[in-house]
């Protein structure tokens, strides 16, 4: 999958439904020496559904479908900076 195709997906979280943001607004952290993805830093969206900057480890990934990105984080389990 290219670049420019994962960031037009968005970040659906399954534990409550909300939607948490687009991966093309997000940053991602990578890991040096494989390049893997370790994490995705969501900032708070402007519509006011995200209300504050988090960070979603890559094993609550769940899916990546066509056109989101399935999560399943708690509100505890998201670490906001």
């Known amino acids: 999958m290219r670049l420019s195709e994962f960031a037009e997906k968005r970040i659906i979280n399954v534990f409550d439904g ?4 687009a ?3 997000s940053d991602l952290l990578l890991d040096e020496e494989s390049g893997r993805i370790q994490e995705i ?4 969206s ?3 559904l995200n209300r504050h900057p ?5 094993p609550a990934v769940k899916k990546v479908g066509a056109e989101i990105v399935v999560v399943d984080v708690e509100s505890s389990d998201v670490y906001y900076r």
């Open 18 to 21: 909300e939607l948490m943001g």
């Open 23 to 25: 991966i093309g607004d």
């Open 46 to 48: 402007r519509r006011g």
């Open 41 to 44: 830093l969501v900032p708070p």
């Open 54 to 58: 988090c960070s979603i480890p890559w």
